[in-house]
C-alpha cells in the first residue's frame, strides 16, 4: 500500500477535475464490485467530463473537493443543499489510500456549504456492501433509514420485457419544459420533502432523458423520469394506488429488445412493488442503503431518482 506522504492536499474542484473524478468513481466502484463477485459497469474509453458532476459544481461549488497526491485524485467528494436538506451524492477514495482517514477529511469539507437556508436534513445512499463507508457515516451521525434494493431487467437478444396491463389510462405528456417544474417541486414536497428545482432543470436539458407527466383524467397521478434509456428514476405519484400503474407504465414506454436493461431502486416496505417486478422477470441485484439523520419521505408514493440525488 502506498505511504501516505505530507503532500496529500484537499482543494474544492473545478469543472476541468471532472474527467478525473469521474475516472476515480468508476474505478472504485469496480474494485468494490470485484471484492463481491459483482459484475464492473461498462466504462467508456473515450475521456469526458460528468455532467451531474459539473451541475453539482454549478448549483453547489462550496461542496464538492477532491483529494490529491501530487497531481492525482485520490479522492472526491461531492454534496449539494436543496430545500434546507444537505445530501452527499458522491465520496471515493481511490482503494490504495483507504484506511488512511482521506474519506474522512472529504465528508468533513463537503458538510461545510455556504447556503442561505438553515439545513434541517443530512442523508445519503450508499452500497450495503461497503461495509467501512456505512461506518464512517454512521460515526457522523448518518444512520440506516431504509432498504434500497436495486432491481434490474437484463435485455437478452430477441425478448423484451412483456407489455403491462392495468386499469388506468392515463394522459401522457412530456415533461420539456422549465414552466412544468412547479408541478413537479408540489409532488416533490409533498413526498420527496424538499422542493429541488435545479434537478428538474437538469433533467429537461440533458438530452440523454426523458421525463413524464401523468394524469388520471383531469387528476394529476404522478411523473417519472427515464435516464440513459435504462433507469427509471424517480417515480413520483400522488397516492399509493397509482405507483405499480404509472411505473407499468414507464416500463411499457421503454421495453428494450437489443442490449441494455431497466433499472429502478425500490425501497424495501414497497415489497407488494418488489413483487409485481419479479412477475415481470427484474431480480434484484444489488442492495443499497439510505442513511440520514431524520426521516424526511413518503416512501409509499415515491421511488428514488438514483442514489447521487434521492
Known sequence: ???IKS???VRRLK???????NKL?????NQLRKEHNLYPYPFPEKRRRNKLMIHLIDTDPAGSYGAFAGNKMIG????????GQWYLAFLFVD??????????RLLKRSLIITKDEE?????????????????????????PIESLPMMVWRARKGKQVRRIRNDYHFRIINIDNYEQIEVLNRLDKKNRGIYRPEEHKFWIDLDTAKGYLFYDGRKLAGYSQIIRDEIIAPVNVTRPEYMVPVLSEMINLHRKPEEGGIVLWVPGRRG?????????DFKVEELEILMSDRMFFNLDCYLPANLAFF
Not at 76 to 83: I, L
Request: a positive charge; charged letters at 20%; zero cysteines.
Open 1 to 3: 500500500m502506498p505511504r
Open 7 to 9: 503532500n496529500i492536499s
Open 15 to 21: 469543472k476541468t477535475d471532472t474527467i478525473k473524478s
Open 25 to 29: 468513481v468508476m474505478d472504485t466502484i
Open 76 to 83: 472526491y467528494s461531492s454534496a449539494m443543499v436543496r430545500d
Open 95 to 104: 482503494p490504495k489510500y483507504q484506511g488512511r482517514g482521506i474519506g474522512k
Open 119 to 143: 439545513i434541517h436534513t443530512h442523508s445519503l445512499a450508499t452500497f450495503a456492501y461497503n461495509a467501512p463507508a456505512v461506518a464512517l457515516y454512521t460515526a457522523f451521525g448518518f444512520h
Open 272 to 280: 407488494d412493488v418488489m413483487e409485481f417486478l419479479m412477475k415481470h
